[in-house]
């Protein structure tokens, strides 16, 4: 008797369903890509022996293990149009945002050059490639210091809309 039961509500609730469904494809409004609206936070990172990224404990670090984690601000800039109330399986969010331009400024003065971005070699071969940022979090590292001493950066990263988001790092010291 109770597997009657369930079956009924089984094909109830089937029969519920398909009536819900449109036969009209479902239209969106604008698309599912993602815009970036500023930047949250940043991050202070460094390689361990197995080369994967730990928390930095203290206040100094490595040049070459040290690694900036920007942490940006992402927004949807699509939505859908429901016809009725029925289940829809909608196509995750993607983005095609790459920054125009990326400046690194130490004591009002640019300091780009000695920084790379990701698994780029530097700034501007990242910038040149065609790949776009994928996910919220950008990576900056020092290719190499002159001298070991207290550091504090801004890192600006300038949208094509003209918007430029900018953070300030702690200060940290750089070791050789």
């Known amino acids: 008797m109770k597997r009657n039961i369930l ?16 036969k009209e494809p479902m239209s969106c ?13 940043i991050e202070y990172l460094v390689s361990d022996t197995s080369s994967s990224l730990q928390i930095l404990a203290g206040e100094s670090a490595s040049y070459d293990e040290l690694q900036y984690r920007i942490i940006l601000d992402w927004e949807r800039i ?50 040149s ?9 950008m990576y900056f590292s020092l290719k190499s210091i002159a001298q070991e001493e207290q550091r504090v950066f801004t890192f600006k990263l300038h949208d094509k809309n003209g918007e430029v988001y900018e953070i300030t790092s702690k200060a940290l010291r750089v070791l050789f």
Do not use: H
């Open 29 to 41: 409004s604008g698309s599912s890509e993602m815009s970036v609206t500023g930047v949250n936070d």
């Open 129 to 137: 490639e065609d790949q776009n940022q994928n996910g919220n979090y």
């Open 7 to 22: 079956l009924s509500f089984l094909l109830l609730g089937l029969i519920a369903l398909e009536y819900g469904c449109a």
């Open 78 to 127: 699509a939505s859908s149009e429901y016809r009725n109330y029925s289940a829809y399986a909608v196509t995750a969010p993607f983005t095609r945002w790459k920054p125009d331009s990326i400046s690194i400024v130490e004591n009002e003065v640019d300091v780009t050059a000695q920084f790379k971005v990701n698994s780029y070699k530097s700034v501007a071969v990242y910038l």
